[in-house]
């Protein structure tokens, strides 16, 4: 099991930057996948950026070259820098980890992020 909790959001101007992080409960160096999630108002969780033990990472298109995920295991904590954001990027973010291939995702609370000028 892992507890997740996630932090770094606000309020930021359009072309700004922002850092995510999501501190994890336990080592992460052997879980097998973790990632970031975004929901925006009326629509539904949609997968931002992953990254697995071997450091395999995934993007959605909409932030391929502008977002990145990361992870320090020495501090149990993933990260996702963001940046030239778009109004269109604000959302709450949730934290995933995926210990094993087969098992069950954990989530952490969320964190919001908007957007605006």
């Known amino acids: 099991q892992v507890q997740l909790v996630e932090s770094g959001g606000g309020l930021v101007q359009p072309g700004g930057s922002l850092r995510l992080s999501c501190a994890a409960s336990r080592s992460i160096f052997s879980i097998y996948y973790m990632g970031w999630y975004r929901q925006a108002p009326g629509k539904q969780r949609e997968l931002v950026a992953t990254?697995?033990?071997?450091?395999?990472?995934n993007y959605a298109d909409s932030v391929k070259g502008r977002f990145t995920i990361s992870r320090d295991n020495a501090k149990n904590t993933v990260y996702l820098q963001m940046s030239s954001l778009k109004p269109e990027d604000t959302a709450v973010y949730y934290c995933s980890a995926r210990v094993t291939a087969t098992t069950g995702y954990y989530w952490g609370q969320g964190t919001q992020v908007t957007v605006s000028s």
């Open positions: 990254l697995t033990n071997s450091g395999s990472t």
